[in-house]
Every structure is written in structure tokens, then in C-alpha cells.
T-cell receptor, first 113, second 114 residues
Framework: GDSVTQMEGPVTLSEEAFLTINCTYT??????LFWYVQYPGEGLQLLLK?????DKGSNKGFEATYRKETTSFHLEKGSVQVSDSAVYFC????????????FGTGTRLTIIP | DAGVIQSPRHEVTEMGQEVTLRCKPI?????LFWYRQTMMRGLELLIY????????DSGMPEDRFSAKMPNASFSTLKIQPSEPRDSAVYFC????????????FGQGTRLTVV
């Protein structure tokens, strides 16, 4: 079945550092890929998405590119801020007939001033 | 739109009691998902509905768990009888396939069974 493997956390960085959180997936067909973010005490929020190979999703300075050849969707940000501290989840959806979201285990990110 | 609304936000109950969690999806969304989040197991899909019909309930852990969606604007997840290992945060999410399956999550119900 479909699965998502995420970089193990927690990750601690200094403010303005470069961020990469790795995500790889296993799926049949052509899944859509997502990054969700969860702030303390809240539900998950969609951060960005990509629906086909070579698409780049971006939002709030975060980017991720759908790489079908390496089955990856790594999350990057050039300069992190304290407010980016949260748990980040990579997810995929199989599309029509397989609409459920399959999540990775999540990566806790802490940014130190 | 107010987003996905879950109630209660927090629930503390004694082992053996019945617990009912409630969810109001975003108006117009035709998919509804119930997830459970724990430190040990992460986010697990319990069940999802399409147009009020259960499509996949393979994630429901035991017969103690049941979910219903009597209409497009309301769903319940019931645990009877509850056990301490059911303690978790339960999330409801809704989406509309026409928007590319962008699931919008509620704020969750934190359940503690003592």
C-alpha cells in the first residue's frame, strides 16, 4: 500500500538557518503530495502541495518539488524563523478512487533565536 | 466559512464509559475523515466517508469504535466502552475532490480515558 517516510526528528536550528526535511514515498499510480504543518494545540494546516511530477509547491517561504524519479518531496526553506517552530507532516493522496491522505510520522522543528 | 468544527475540544472520561465525538465539516465538502493522533503511532486514518457513505473503515481499531454520518453536515465517532489506550487526539477533516483533495482539519478533540 501507499506509504510516506519522513526524516526523523526532532530538528533544532538557529534562526535564519537553512532547512531541509526529507520525505520519500511509495505509491502506485500518480499521487498528489502535500506538506502539512501543526502548531501546538492546533489541527493540521495545509502548507503546500504538488499534483504532478516536477511541480513545485511553495508557501510562506517554504518549497518542495515533486521528484518522481527519486520518489521524493523534500521540504526546504532558505531562512527559518522562530515562528516556524511546529511539527511538519508529509502526506500523499492517491487521487480518484484512493482519496485518503496517508501521512508520514511528522518531524518536530524547533527554531532557536 | 468557520472551518471544520469539532466538539468537545477536551474530554475526560472513566474507563468503560461511552464517548461521542462530533464533527461538522465545511459546507459543500463531500469527503469526511476521522484521524487519531498519538505519540506512539502518529496520525492514523480511522475511517472516511464520501457523500455520507463510509468508504474505508479498515483503520477502525476495534468493534468498540463506530462512526456515523447521518447527513452532509454532521458526523460522530463513538467509543463504547472506552479504555485508557484510547487516549489520543482525534481529528476530523473534510475535503472536496473538486479542489484536489485538500483536506481541512478541525482543531481536534483531546480524549483522556482514566
Amino acid at each position: 500500500g501507499d506509504s510516506v517516510t519522513q526524516m526523523e526528528g526532532p530538528v533544532t536550528l538557529s534562526e535564519e538557518a537553512f532547512l531541509t526535511i526529507n520525505c520519500t514515498y511509495t505509491a502506485t499510480g500518480y499521487p498528489s503530495l502535500f506538506w502539512y504543518v501543526q502548531y501546538p494545540g492546533e489541527g493540521l494546516q495545509l502548507l503546500l502541495k504538488a499534483t504532478k511530477a516536477d511541480d513545485k509547491g511553495s508557501n510562506k517561504g517554504f518549497e518542495a518539488t515533486y521528484r518522481k524519479e527519486t520518489t521524493s518531496f523534500h521540504l526546504e526553506k532558505g531562512s527559518v524563523q522562530v515562528s516556524d517552530s511546529a511539527v511538519y507532516f508529509c502526506a500523499l493522496s492517491g487521487g480518484f478512487g484512493n482519496e485518503k491522505l496517508t501521512f508520514g510520522t511528522g518531524t518536530r522543528l524547533t527554531i532557536i533565536p | 466559512d468557520a472551518g471544520v468544527i469539532q466538539s468537545p475540544r477536551h474530554e475526560v472520561t472513566e474507563m468503560g464509559q461511552e464517548v461521542t465525538l462530533r464533527c461538522k465539516p465545511i459546507s459543500g465538502h463531500d469527503y469526511l475523515f476521522w484521524y487519531r493522533q498519538t505519540m506512539m503511532r502518529g496520525l492514523e486514518l480511522l475511517i472516511y466517508f464520501n457523500n455520507n457513505v463510509p468508504i474505508d473503515d479498515s483503520g477502525m481499531p476495534e468493534d468498540r469504535f463506530s462512526a456515523k454520518m447521518p447527513n452532509a453536515s454532521f458526523s460522530t465517532l463513538k467509543i463504547q466502552p472506552s479504555e485508557p489506550r484510547d487516549s489520543a487526539v482525534y481529528f476530523c477533516a473534510s475535503s472536496n475532490y473538486g479542489t484536489g483533495v485538500l483536506a481541512f482539519f478541525g482543531q481536534g478533540t483531546r480524549l483522556t480515558v482514566v
